[in-house]
């Protein structure tokens, strides 16, 4: 289980990293066309709002692999360990 655990958070975080540079990149573009259509100049175009989903769900992805990873139990008891009463 803690290797399954540690694979999960290193998974989460990249995905997190990733997302969120993604993320800035979409909103570089958005501020770009906002620069370029405040200056009255015709260029080409691309959608930010596809960009910017994706970022948003590459970074959910990552939160819950990351929260999942924080939230597995750390130890592990066997099945068939019996506690005393007498203890």
């Known amino acids: 289980m803690?290797?399954?655990?540690?694979?999960s958070l290193s998974l989460g975080l990249v995905?997190?990293?990733?997302?969120?540079?993604?993320?800035?990149?979409?909103?570089w573009i958005a501020y770009w066309h906002y620069a370029t259509l405040s200056t009255g100049?015709?260029?080409?175009?691309q959608d930010p709002i596809p960009i910017i989903a994706i970022a948003a769900f590459v970074i959910a992805v990552g939160a819950f692999l990351t929260g999942l990873?924080?939230?597995?139990?750390?130890?592990?008891?066997?099945?068939?360990?019996?506690?005393?009463p007498t203890v």
């Open 2 to 7: 803690k290797v399954l655990s540690k694979l």
């Open 15 to 27: 995905a997190l990293l990733a997302g969120i540079g993604v993320l800035v990149w979409g909103s």
């Open 41 to 45: 100049r015709s260029a080409e175009f």
């Open 69 to 84: 990873a924080v939230a597995a139990p750390r130890k592990v008891y066997p099945a068939n360990q019996t506690v005393d």
